[in-house]
């Protein structure tokens, strides 16, 4: 079955809207991370959240390892936030990560 | 600056040929890895290594080659036998296992 899964897979914004980004993992996966893929690849770290809550400036996130999902919160959006933002978690054998297929959030102004 | 670096930006790669992406990091990270996307889709692991020497097969690394000789390189050779080889290439490195990665720029490899 599908090990990571996110919700949802598209999302469009305007400028200073918040929004909620899901991700759902199976019993095989652990240690929640989020990362921020930019419009020219590069890959950003933003959370390593296996449980509870983090914030970092406008971004949050919040891990409920026990019901198997994470939510990452991105308030008063910018268009700088655009872009694809992946969730990911660790193997049973702790050798990898498993990716979600992503969100992609367009902010406009 | 510490980071990650890979090479070439864009790759362009003839029917039959075999070809090298570069990632180096002087991160001093121990492990490395080697991640393939897809448009629309996530990362998708190929092969990573936790160690000098040594290095293990990802979900998809038919078509795929890899040597880890020193800690801070572990170049991935796309081989022929790679019938779809059209993707972006990520390479990443952490300190141990898979808990934090970081991910360099990426390589586009195009097929001719």
């Known amino acids: 079955g599908i090990q990571v899964e996110q919700s949802p897979p598209d999302l469009i914004l305007q400028e200073g809207a918040n929004s909620t980004l899901r991700c759902n993992f199976s019993d095989s996966v652990n240690n929640l991370q989020w990362f921020h893929q930019n419009p020219w690849g590069q890959l950003i770290n933003l959370f390593y959240?296996?449980?509870g809550t983090k914030q970092n400036g406008r971004l949050s996130a919040t891990t409920v390892a026990t019901e198997r999902y994470s939510l990452l919160y991105i308030s008063s959006s910018q268009t700088t936030d655009s872009g694809v933002y992946f969730c990911a978690g660790l193997n049973q054998a702790g050798t990898a990560l498993i990716f979600g297929k992503g969100t992609t959030l367009s902010v406009s102004s | 600056d510490g980071g990650i670096t890979q090479s070439p930006k864009y790759l362009f790669r003839k029917e039959g040929q075999n070809v090298t992406l570069s990632c180096e990091q002087n991160l001093n990270h121990d492990a490395m890895y080697w991640y393939r996307q897809d448009p629309g889709q996530g990362l998708r692991l190929i092969y990573y290594s936790q160690i000098v020497n040594d290095f293990q097969k990802g979900d998809i690394a038919e078509g795929y080659s890899v040597s880890r000789e020193k800690k801070e390189s572990f170049p991935l050779t796309v081989t022929s036998a790679q019938k779809n080889p059209t993707a972006f290439y990520l390479c990443?490195?952490?300190?141990?296992?898979?808990?934090?990665?970081?991910f360099g720029p990426g390589t586009r490899l195009l097929v001719l």
């Open positions: 959240i296996p449980s």
């Open positions: 990443a490195s952490s300190i141990q296992g898979a808990e934090t990665q970081y």
